[in-house]
């Protein structure tokens, strides 16, 4: 398990005197946020690395983020930065993703890091958003071949499809990205070997959309109206039916996202503290 790995790596850095730490900024008080604030620094306590949270006022400027932002890029102390999306509103994420140094920016959101992974100019050297780099990593741990394959990818957000679609095509698929404006929508899904969900629409993928065989995966997190439990974007119940493979929410890449995370975090350590 990755987790596992990272928890490994992490001591051996400690034995070196090298301590791992994230910084975790939270504003506001969105219930969905706090959970997954919770859930990143349980993980952190679990592999050995550090966590500091700074929990800002929903109605805390710009400014204040910034400045704290950078007294954390300017702390040594500091491995990881993680702003914790979506902000209030009146608060600019780009600016804020853009203020993060890019060898602290554990999301890898920060124009550098993501020029590195469009352009592959010293990629092994970025940081990669978690949610797309875990959908790879998932990928490749159950030996499901990317290279050749169709990859259809619902969603072109910053966060996930777009980031996605770049990783999938670096591992040799061709790639077909579909959004809000795509026509023949179930046409083109049916065509994939590798469909993935990025809408943020419960049961958006029915089994009519999805070729015999095709592997599934799901990354949508949604709170089903009238049952109140998390589903993903994909009808699970009947699409299981038609796959050959397809992950679950919960589960699937949700945990894998967070074990990402605590893998960026290890990686900018060892980019800071010049052991790459
Ligand atoms: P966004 O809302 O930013 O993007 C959704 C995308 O879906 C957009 O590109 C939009 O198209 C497209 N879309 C919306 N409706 C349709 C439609 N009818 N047909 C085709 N495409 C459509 O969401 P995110 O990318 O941030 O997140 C997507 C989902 O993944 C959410 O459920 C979110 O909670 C989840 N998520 C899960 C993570 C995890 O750790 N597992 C991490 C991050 C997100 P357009 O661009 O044209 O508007």
């Not at 910084?23 to 592999?47: L, M």
């Not at 929990?55 to 704290?68: G, P």
């Not at 990593?137 to 259809?152: P, S």
Request: charged share 25%.
């Amino acid at each position: 398990m990755i987790k596992d790995e990272v928890k490994i790596e992490i001591a051996k850095l400690k034995e070196k005197g090298i301590e791992s730490t994230l910084a975790v900024v939270i504003v506001g008080d969105d219930p969905a946020s706090r959970s997954y604030v919770n859930s990143k620094k349980k993980t952190c306590s679990e592999v050995g690395i550090n966590s500091i949270e700074y929990a800002l006022d929903s109605t805390t400027t710009q400014e204040d983020l910034e400045n704290l932002i950078e007294r954390l890029n300017q702390d040594p102390k500091i491995n990881g930065i993680l702003v914790q999306l979506p902000l209030p509103n009146g608060l600019d994420e780009a600016r804020v993703c853009k203020k993060i140094l890019p060898q602290k920016d554990v999301d890898g959101f920060h124009p550098m890091n993501v020029g590195m992974l469009t352009t592959g100019i010293d990629f092994e050297y970025s940081i990669k958003p978690c949610t797309p780099f875990g959908v790879i990593e998932l990928l490749k741990r159950e030996n499901i071949e990317i290279r050749g394959k169709h990859a259809v990818v619902i969603g072109r957000s910053n966060i996930v499809g777009k980031p996605l679609a770049l990783l999938l095509l670096r591992e040799n698929a061709t790639v077909t990205i579909c959004h809000s404006h795509t026509k023949n929508l179930k046409e083109i899904c049916k065509t994939a070997d590798i469909l993935v969900a990025a809408v943020g629409k419960p049961k958006f993928v029915t089994a009519d959309m999805v070729k015999e065989g095709a592997v599934v995966i799901d990354v949508g997190i949604n709170r089903d109206e009238t049952s109140k439990k998390i589903v993903g974007d994909v009808d699970f119940e009947v699409v299981k039916e038609v796959a050959s493979y397809i992950t679950p929410v919960p589960g699937g890449v949700g945990p894998m996202t967070v074990a990402m995370l605590m893998k960026n975090t290890l990686f900018a350590t060892l980019l800071q503290n010049g052991l790459l």
